[in-house]
């Protein structure tokens, strides 16, 4: 049967209650990560220092890797912390899963809702025209947006911008749901065979985790990676 999930209404709006419990769930473990990791720092560096200061250091490889080194620090805290966002969303519903009543479930993750991927999409999008206009005034940044570097190219330009946030968000998504699906399919063995097929399905749980935190580690690195590779196009001129 199809999954549903906790719904709410605020005024003539309906939510997802399941989601907004998970993204606000992500929300504090990513900052209990960062602020247990951050306290007591050292000169010299050991055991939960090392590891937020190899998570920074990724992600400030990803911002050079795309970006003129000069705008590395002016994008770092933003990189880091998308990065974090959807590293959590993407592993947190591989931890368990809480589905009851009548198929309602209370426990996934938030990127496996293409609502929530459409939205990171979306403001990784918006941000990458407001710091080019930031940058080069509203003239500037269509000009070096849309004009460049041959103005007849503009009506693809235009069609670029509608795809790159689909490709963002519908890789993102696609690829955590598929994780959750399956995961999903291995623990049914279980209920509809029954208890003599857990030596079956138990290794293949185990390692189908295993394979799903590596994707969503991957992910991760994906989306951070195209919005520094798209907000690059944006603040560098063209020539």
């Not at 959590?88 to 009543?101: E, Y």
Request: aromatic letters at 12%.
């Amino acid at each position: 049967m199809e999954e549903k999930s906790l719904l709410f209404k605020i005024g003539p709006i309906w939510f997802d209650g399941t989601i907004c419990i998970m993204v606000l769930l992500t929300c504090i473990i990513v900052f209990g990560i960062v602020y247990f990791c951050t306290r007591n720092l050292q000169m010299k560096p050991k055991g939960k220092q090392n590891v937020i200061e190899l998570l920074i250091d990724f992600v400030r490889g990803i911002i050079t890797d795309n970006m003129p080194s000069k705008e590395v620090t002016n994008f770092h805290l933003l990189a880091f912390t998308m990065f974090m966002f959807v590293l959590v969303a993407n592993i947190i519903g591989l931890v368990t899963k809480v589905v009851v009543g009548d198929d309602l479930t209370l426990w996934k993750s938030p990127t496996a809702d293409p609502m929530v991927t459409l939205t990171l999409a979306l403001i990784m999008i918006v941000l990458t025209h407001l710091f080019s206009i930031n940058r080069f005034g509203l003239k500037g940044y269509f000009v070096n947006s849309f004009l460049k570097p041959v103005a007849f190219l503009m009506p693809i330009k235009l069609m670029e911008e509608f795809t790159n946030l689909l490709t963002l968000a519908l890789r993102l998504y696609g690829n955590i749901f598929a994780g959750e699906v399956l995961l999903g399919l291995i623990a049914s063995i279980v209920s509809s065979v029954g208890l003599w097929s857990i030596p079956l399905a138990l290794p293949l749980e185990m390692i189908w985790v295993a394979f799903s935190l590596f994707i969503g580690g991957i992910q991760a690195f994906i989306f951070v990676t195209l919005s520094m590779v798209y907000m690059a196009h944006k603040i560098e001129v063209e020539e």
